[in-house]
DNA sequence: AACTGGATTGGCAGCGCTGCCAAATCCTGG
DNA sequence: CCAGGATTTGGCAGCGCTGCCAATCCAGTT
């Protein structure tokens, strides 16, 4: 139980066959149930991996197996964050469609990083995955490289807004913004602010943002104010965001927020501070977090297929085919605060 | 790109070699930085490195590395769920933890499932990873024997409320549902109920009802009626089990909740009902959802060191010495809806 | 009884890298 | 200019497993 002990020699495949009274090879066949063998044969080599409690070692299996059919089995994965629910719930679809498959993830977390996408980048593909599966299609000229050279698989998530290097499974976070700009527009209200986080960090945000400004300018109303909070999205920050904007600006109508739990704390302010919705403000969120969906007033905002988007990156990844740009779409969610 | 392909031979450690004009072992060494090699011999391999756009293979590595002091660097990690947002917060602590070692993690989820923590627990090993991190301290026997005979330092998370394997890392969760009740009694409450989700399967949230309900009964209020629902925790399902638990139970003064967000669930509710909190009814919670910071009235809960629960599993792992429990408690907030 | 084709099986090279050890090289003082 | 020790280097045997291929076995044929 103790590293610091020689690590005891575990069991072997070659102990297997010892026990079993067989060759390696057959034991290797039987276990990945791969070429033919008795019967007989088999259940000997199960009791023999039973009795010895045989664990078989993938290292060396990978080792052996590749550049053949058995390849290996483990795939990269780089988010930026945990912080944002957004993430797990990728994470919760990938695993889903990986364990369809049999394989094995091995996580990395960027923190928004480009430097450290590609340091990651580079660890993961030392472990000769599968493939490779990486978020947002902006990448360090060493990581595309890198991408490149590896000839694996890659997945590039979340964001459809510009040119992949092989498979690209998201939607497009620009439409997203028109889109939330266009259903505030239909509503009547004019008077639009904005409450963000860290867009410098976070593109995805970005490119919502600059889509809902576009669409805003040309409809002749442009982004009257915007309060930008550096870190990471959050209730608290979203609360203090819109308490600052509309101190600072006191004539707007609506406010559209980079993220669900900004906008419910912009919701909390305005509870707090005694402002009815939407009649005296509108909100509009992003991101359909399941507990908007319960708020009092559900929130108005865009839920993304989140889930659906790991699930297929997972698919994808397995299959063959061409490189592919893979737009699964967003949902408006009209809510009762916008 | 494709994988259908016959994968392109990469770049090995022997060209490299051939490339700088030196031995294999050479090369390895001036990689690793291990052992002594000249100035000029680390420019000519960096350079060959460089040019060549070598990726080491770790699965080689730790092949030929195994039972000796290089060791693997993949550590496994199995929890039970990435909807809880627990679960994102210990992935985030630990992979702050590991980063600082360079060690990369392997996750799985298990779904609440003991058969299939066992069988992803098989797997894991079956990469020889460094360490083992697992959730709780229930397992099956056959997943017992395997980490038993693995050999590896194993860490169990969360909670501390029975006997490890090797390395403990939480706090009590019966202590919590302790701690919560006298919270209540304290503040004079009575006539108290609960709202939880799933116990079968998330046997930690058991535990907490367990303490709860026991030091309720101890002091003579045993808890007066309790709604549970199955499925995971969420807003949604806090809002709605509120709304049966009080249509049934109608003189209730305070509800205890399974979880932040079943009890900003019930907090909507009340909102909605028009409840005065905690005057008509008073909320506790359970987890330091920050989120609940930025209610109008904070939720009063309990907040665990989820991130620090990571960290210092990752830390642990990479260390020697003796099984041990760090129990790292937790802290109960005040807030003002109790 | 010899023969045939398919089902089973075992031997062994080699996946890419590291550890060990011997060989080569470099210094420094005498 | 050389011995003796320190430094640097290369060769090579594995790590545990899989793929390939030849060997063996077996039931059915002729």
Redesign the interface.
Known sequence: ????Q?????VTLSDVARAAGVGESTVSRVLRKHGSFSKGTQDRVAEAVARL?Y??????G??AG??NST??Q?VGIVIPS??N?V???L??GI?GGLDAVGF??????SDYDPEREEALI???????P??LIVTGLEHTPGAV??L???????VEMVDTDGPG??IVVGFSNRAVGRASAEHLLGRGYRRIGFVGHDLDRDLRAGKRLAGFAAALAAAGHPLRDREILAGPS???A??EALGRLLARTTDLDAVYFSND?MA??GY?HC??AGLSIPGRLALFGYNGL??T????QPLSTIRTPRLRIGEVAAERLGA????EIVDLGFELIEGATA
Chains 1, 2 share one sequence.
Request: charged letters at 15%; glycine letters at 12%; aromatic letters at 4%.
């Open positions: 139980m103790n590293v610091h020689p690590r005891q020699r575990l409690g664990v078989p070692n993938r290292l060396a990978s080792l590749s550049a390849g290996p483990l945990l912080t629910i993430f797990p719930d994470l919760r695993a094995q993830s091995v996580i990395a977390v580079g660890a993961l593909l030392s472990w000769r599968a493939g490289a890198r490149r050279a590896s000839g694996v698989r890659i290097l092989d959050s209730a608290a979203g609360r739990d419910l704390g909390f509870l707090a399941d507990i969906a319960a708020m009092p063959g085919g061409p490189a």
